[in-house]
């Protein structure tokens, strides 16, 4: 069974950063493709960076430059640097692998709130 524990999230002020972090368990987590979504209020799921199981690394347009992905397959952990946070990144993120048409393939953890506040 897949568990997807994200954590890191909180209140920041404009321009100030955040790491997030997320666990997977019930995994052979190295094999796969990872990637950090949000769901501000009222949108859809996004998903705003991936690293590949060859660490191959994408961004959405809105973060990139601001936001670095990172994994640490040894610890089953795939981290999300956010710098430079504007008020539009005010949304909650979560974690999960990326299958195909960026798809994802598990279950939800509860995910992490960030809020930022101009």
């Known amino acids: 069974q897949v568990q997807l524990v994200e954590s890191g999230g909180g209140l920041v002020q404009a321009g100030g950063s955040l790491r997030l972090s997320c666990v997977a368990s019930?995994?052979?987590?190295?094999?796969?493709?990872m990637g950090w979504y949000r769901q501000a209020p009222g949108k859809q799921r996004e998903l705003v960076a991936s690293i590949t199981s060859i660490r191959s690394i994408n961004y959405a347009d809105a973060v990139k430059g601001r936001f670095i992905i990172s994994r640490d397959n040894a610890k089953n952990t795939v981290s999300l640097q956010m710098n430079s946070l504007i008020s539009e990144d005010t949304a909650i993120y979560s974690c999960?692998?990326?299958?195909?048409?960026?798809?994802?393939?598990?279950?939800w953890g509860q995910g992490t709130q960030v809020t930022v506040s101009s």
């Open positions: 999960n692998g990326i299958g195909g048409s960026g798809r994802a393939l598990w279950y």
């Open positions: 019930g995994i052979m987590f190295r094999i796969f493709d």
